[in-house]
């Protein structure tokens, strides 16, 4: 698989891989398969791996050094901190705000060495901007870990255009994570430009749209019951049913492309330009191979205009996380 720049530290494969869904969030999972996952990943030239504290809570980047170690050399590991974690609460419900604080940023930094199994996190994000710590002090605190040779690069995730210039400003910025797809556009309003003009590479998260861009969930009841998504806007009542019909028009252009619609979706993202890293979510082999063949798919300027009009934002039934969620992006 060919590779990609994010900031002038890392080279990964132009398509990553999200860990999240193998601990959290989207339902129960087979660690063993999982495990397969993962490695059958990097026989596939997939180099970039993105975790956090607070996936499982803990158990993901258990789970991803575990699979990851005996390739350690081959990967690039990315892991976040930045919420306050109630221990002994399962999944979501274990999120009891941000923390920004240096000292917690150095305190997660500590422990995620000891899950992951490493001696260097490769890259460290701060999963949510803390209105209450100044971003220069949270970073300076990560900078320190760069000099302590614990953290090879710095990152934010769902960051304004300001923050992420004041963050540069106190140590360079390696790479943003912010949710982007054909489906969740927010990004090009000012975030993608700011990370093509400071030499930052740009980290989609869900560049599926959760799953819903596959076009293999057709109906709620094929999410589980404990499955996240079920508590998201455009996966509710009337607003499911439409998005629904508007994967069917995606589905049907990927037919015209003879790839699948989960292909097509993520090259629009790959062609939006040279520093965008997506990392897609998958549990499963299929999935995975299917995924990463993406990464060839080559769109003409007139199938990505094409794509981008036939899902425009303006046409998605739904706000892509509650209201209380949202308010943490951004920022």
């Given at each position: 698989m060919k590779t990609r720049k994010l900031g002038s530290e890392l080279t990964v494969s132009t398509i990553g891989l999200g860990c999240m869904g193998m601990s959290f969030a989207?339902?129960?999972?087979?660690?063993?398969?999982?495990?397969?996952?993962?490695?059958?990943?990097?026989d596939l030239g997939v180099t970039f791996f993105d975790t956090a504290e607070v996936y499982?809570?803990?158990?993901?980047?258990?789970?991803?050094?575990?699979?990851?170690?005996?390739?350690?050399?081959?990967?690039?590991?990315?892991?976040?901190?930045?919420?306050?974690?109630?221990?002994?609460?399962p999944s979501v419900q274990a999120i009891r705000g941000v923390d920004g604080r240096p000292e917690h940023a150095k305190a997660v930094a500590e422990a995620s060495l000891k899950r992951l199994g490493t001696d260097v996190i490769d890259l460290y994000y701060q999963h949510r901007v803390d209105p209450d710590v100044p971003i220069e002090d949270t970073v300076g605190a990560m900078a320190e870990l760069v000099r302590e040779g614990k953290v090879r690069a710095l990152g934010l995730s769902e960051a304004s255009a300001a923050t992420i210039r004041r963050a540069h400003k106190v140590h360079p910025i390696a790479a943003v994570q912010s949710?982007?797809?054909?489906?969740?556009?927010?990004?090009?309003?000012?975030?993608?430009?700011?990370?093509?003009?400071?030499?930052?590479?740009?980290?989609?998260?869900?560049?599926?749209?959760?799953?819903?861009?596959?076009?293999?969930?057709?109906?709620?009841?094929?999410?589980?019951?404990?499955?996240?998504?079920?508590?998201?806007?455009?996966?509710?009542?009337?607003?499911?049913?439409?998005?629904?019909?508007?994967?069917?028009?995606?589905?049907?252009?990927?037919?015209?492309?003879?790839?699948t619609a989960a292909q097509l979706a993520l090259a629009w993202v790959i062609n939006q330009g040279d520093f965008i890293v997506p990392i897609p979510g998958a549990r499963k082999l299929d999935h995975l191979e299917q995924n990463a063949a993406a990464a060839e798919i080559r769109l003409t300027v007139e199938e990505t205009t094409r794509l981008s009009d036939a899902l425009s934002p303006t046409l998605v039934a739904g706000k892509r996380y509650t209201d209380a969620s949202l308010a943490l992006t951004n920022r």
């Open positions: 989207y339902g129960a999972a087979d660690e063993a398969e999982s495990i397969r996952t993962l490695q059958r990943a990097v499982g809570p803990f158990e993901n980047e258990k789970l991803v050094g575990k699979a990851l170690g005996p390739v350690r050399d081959k990967v690039v590991i990315a892991t976040k901190f930045g919420f306050r974690i109630e221990t002994g609460v949710e982007y797809s054909l489906w969740t556009r927010d990004p090009e309003e000012d975030v993608l430009a700011t990370c093509r003009e400071l030499g930052i590479g740009f980290v989609p998260y869900s560049p599926l749209g959760r799953g819903m861009l596959t076009g293999a969930i057709r109906k709620a009841e094929d999410l589980e019951a404990d499955d996240f998504r079920r508590s998201l806007p455009r996966f509710q009542a009337e607003n499911f049913d439409a998005n629904v019909r508007l994967v069917e028009t995606l589905q049907a252009l990927a037919e015209e492309k003879g790839v």
